[in-house]
């Protein structure tokens, strides 16, 4: 079994960019990615945090049960965590699953930018 790509920092001023590089968010890049936003996040505090997904495929119910984790958590710090570029599959399981009342997802990131945050 291949290892998770590593998630990588975009440079931006006004958010926090982290491009996921695994096609499949299966347990470990799951693991991975949780590990690398929180230790990210704490170093730019203020910024909205966005995850680029537009590389990823397949997130399974472990994926998204940790996406909203982590989005509950950030909520409670008045903190945004959104997702952009999600592939087509991935929403309609989000949307199926009414996960996109917790999860906040954009076509871009100048769509995040522009909206009001929902917390």
Known sequence: ??????????????????EIQSKTLDEPATRELVDFVLEEAGTRPRVPIVLDMAKVRFAP???LGALVKMSKS????????????????????????QL?????????LDDVLKSRPTI
């Open 1 to 18: 079994m291949d290892q998770p790509a590593c998630p990588t920092v975009q440079p931006h001023d006004d958010a926090l960019i982290i």
């Open 61 to 63: 119910s472990v994926a």
């Open 74 to 97: 950030f909520s409670f710090e008045k903190r945004r965590i959104a997702l952009i570029n999600v592939h087509k599959r991935i929403t309609d399981t989000i949307r199926v699953t």
């Open 100 to 108: 996109h009342r917790i999860l906040e997802l954009h076509l871009r």
